[in-house]
């Protein structure tokens, strides 16, 4: 139990920067997911808290420690990886144990751990196996049970759940979720899967190019992204983005006035989430479809815009079967969700 | 019929093999059995000249089936031999073939860990020097290591027979391969576990190199056994005499008669062992050669 301070951390291979300065205070328990697109840097900063990659700049604590000179095996932490790593020549029970083994912990704790650890994770009738006789998911679950026997301040997880199909990842998402509360440990949580940030996170880091994007709640950087990237990395179908106008108290695409917002005049990138468009007969906005999208609870409509012809996607609720393929639609948003951002640096305009 | 055709598929072989049928199976066959006759045909000699007697021999036309001195001729040579008891010259094969096998595969186990999982300097260079010895057979070097042999007194002594063969480029290439192939996330989750490099070589590497080290062992036990210049120069004394030249060394130099059914049964003995460790690591030989367990 432990909290984990990240503060300016930065990494530069050679003479390339990677990270350029994140700083985060993770509180004891919490569950933190870090989100990004690959290359952005969040992998190599999660191994950089585990002690894998060094720290070029800044600080790392865990439990008020500085960590940053630690060996992994001193920093109590335990890490679970993207293909497992299990040892394939050592039984399940084995693999388990092996820490705890290098420990030097008396065997009959080390039993009572792995019984423990298995009894939750519901391994006990695989103890005995090699890694190659168990499925995907079980591998999964001797991985996380490697981690958990050690009973760490921290786990850090890297992509765990990226090679599992579809159907396993919600369940392991759900599981690895519940086991975490119910243990109660500070949690880092590494993927490129956006639904899994917004799942499973109390707060998310958002990553981009090195950068902590935002740090926040999933609702809240759904609700108010506080850049541009973060805005249309968070939320599926991502965000539309057009080039716009504020005039006169009102933000403006090409003619049409789209809602009332504050600000001086001046160009901004405006974004709506395809599911805050609403079909509205006297709408302003008019957009062509070409296509359609029936995914059962909701319907994707994908078209242009009449008066820009930029790129649009819906999201309406219930079934829209367009049968007339060209037909154009009007549709409004509300101003509470209209999204305002600076087109220069991608921060957001105050809502 | 549907029922039958499926049949017929499960009977033939997949697609890309050669399909033999009818009097082209019996071709083949007959074809490997002569191939086989004719490579059996001189071990077979061999050991019926171990099973009969001098006069025998020597007599012509030489008999092709066994005779009955076989216990006669078999004791002769394991406890009294031609210059000494062949049980001493399989004890000294045993002692070199073993000692090169486990001192190469201990060797490059070390060395190719070393190459693969540290960074130090002159890594790279290291490596190719040790690749480049891969062209150097043991006679373009053998008089050299003669002088060095020769300078540590080392002459007809195991350690002589043993250490100068025992450095292998092959085996430290194969093995750093064998590594690279190994994931990253393996050495770092036994560092997370709190493993010491040499904790991770003993008790992850090692392991899952085993069918690699069985294969490798095969190949060195035999390589060991089968030294035959090696041993001739630097043994002088009977007593180390390793069977491989101690066959040759049974020869008589002058006019006398050649033992030959002590000599054949010399023979005979030298290939059991050999034949033993290939038949009975078979498996894991095989499997080492064809995948690695990841």
């Known amino acids: ?351 | 019929m549907g029922e039958n055709m499926n049949k017929q598929a499960q009977l033939d072989p997949p697609p890309g093999m050669v399909e033999k049928r009818g009097s082209r199976l019996w071709l083949t066959h007959l074809l490997m059995i002569v191939g086989i006759l004719v490579v059996f045909f001189p071990i077979w000699l061999a050991f019926v000249a171990s099973t009969v007697t001098q006069v025998e021999i020597v007599r012509p036309p030489m008999p092709l089936w066994p005779g009955d001195q076989f216990l006669e001729n078999y004791k002769r040579a394991i406890f009294s031999g031609v210059n000494v008891p062949v049980a001493t010259m399989l004890f000294n094969s045993l002692v070199m073939a073993l000692g090169i096998a486990i001192g190469k595969i201990a060797i490059s186990l070390i060395s190719a860990f070393a190459i693969v999982y540290f960074r130090f300097p002159g890594r790279t260079m290291l490596f190719w020097l040790i690749f480049i010895t891969l062209m150097l057979p043991v006679e373009v070097r053998i008089v050299p290591t003669y002088e060095v042999v020769a300078g540590f007194g080392l002459l007809n002594s195991y350690s002589g027979l043993i250490f100068p063969l025992i450095a292998s480029a092959t085996a430290t290439f194969l093995f750093r391969q064998f590594f690279m192939t190994i994931p990253d996330e393996l050495a770092e989750a036994a560092r997370v576990d709190g493993a010491r490099p040499m904790r991770f070589f003993v008790d992850i590497v090692v392991p899952m190199s085993r069918t690699n080290i069985a294969a490798l062992f095969v190949i060195f036990f035999i390589y060991g056994w089968n030294q035959y210049l090696w041993p001739l120069l630097i043994t002088t004394e009977p007593d180390m005499n390793t069977i491989v030249m101690g066959i040759k060394q049974m020869f008589p130099s002058g006019d006398d008669t050649a033992d030959w059914p002590v000599i054949m049964a010399t023979s005979i003995l030298a290939m059991i062992p050999p034949v033993v460790i290939v038949i009975s690591m078979q498996k894991l030989f095989v499997r080492g050669l064809v995948d690695s367990e990841k």
């Open chain 1, 1 to 351: 139990m432990a909290d984990l301070v990240l503060h300016n951390v930065k990494k530069r291979f050679g003479r390339t920067e990677v990270i350029h300065g994140v700083s985060a205070h993770i509180q004891d328990g919490e569950f933190i997911v870090i989100v990004g697109p690959s290359g952005c840097g969040k992998s190599t900063l999660l191994r950089m808290v585990a002690g894998l990659e060094s720290i070029s700049e800044g600080e790392i604590q865990i439990a008020g420690h500085r960590v940053n000179e630690k060996e992994p095996m001193d920093r109590d932490i335990a890490m679970v990886f993207q293909n497992y790593a299990l040892y394939p020549h050592m039984s399940v029970r084995q693999n388990m144990a092996y820490g705890l083994k290098i420990a030097g912990k008396p065997k009959d704790e080390i039993d009572k751990r792995v019984a423990e650890a298995s009894r939750l994770l519901q391994l006990e009738a695989y103890l005995d196996r090699r890694p190659r006789q168990l499925s995907g998911g079980q591998r999964q679950r001797v991985a996380m049970g490697r981690a958990i026997v050690r009973e760490p301040s921290v786990f850090l997880f890297d992509e765990p759940l990226s090679n599992l199909d579809a159907k396993l990842r919600v369940q392991m998402r759900l599981e690895i979720r519940e086991l975490q509360s119910r243990l109660g440990i500070t949690s880092l949580y590494v993927t490129h899967d956006q639904v899994e940030a917004m799942t499973m996170a109390d707060r998310m880091i958002v990553m981009n190019d090195g950068v902590a994007e935002q740090i926040g709640t999933p609702l809240d950087v759904y609700e108010t992204p506080h850049t541009l990237f973060a805005a249309q990395f968070i939320g599926s179908p991502a965000m539309n983005v057009f080039d716009g106008e504020l005039r006169g108290g009102a933000v403006n695409v090409g003619d049409i006035v789209v809602g009332p917002a504050a600000g001086p005049d001046a160009p901004v990138k405006l974004g709506l989430r395809p599911e805050h468009l609403t079909q509205d007969p006297n709408g302003t906005l008019e957009a062509v479809i070409q296509m359609s999208e029936p995914l059962g609870a909701n319907t994707l409509l994908h078209g242009r815009l009449t008066a820009t012809g930029d790129a649009i996607t819906l999201s309406l609720p219930g079934v829209h079967l367009v049968n007339d393929m060209n037909a154009s639609m009007r549709f409004s948003v509300e101003p509470r969700h209209i999204h305002l951002f600076d087109p220069a640096d991608g921060k957001r305009l105050t809502s």
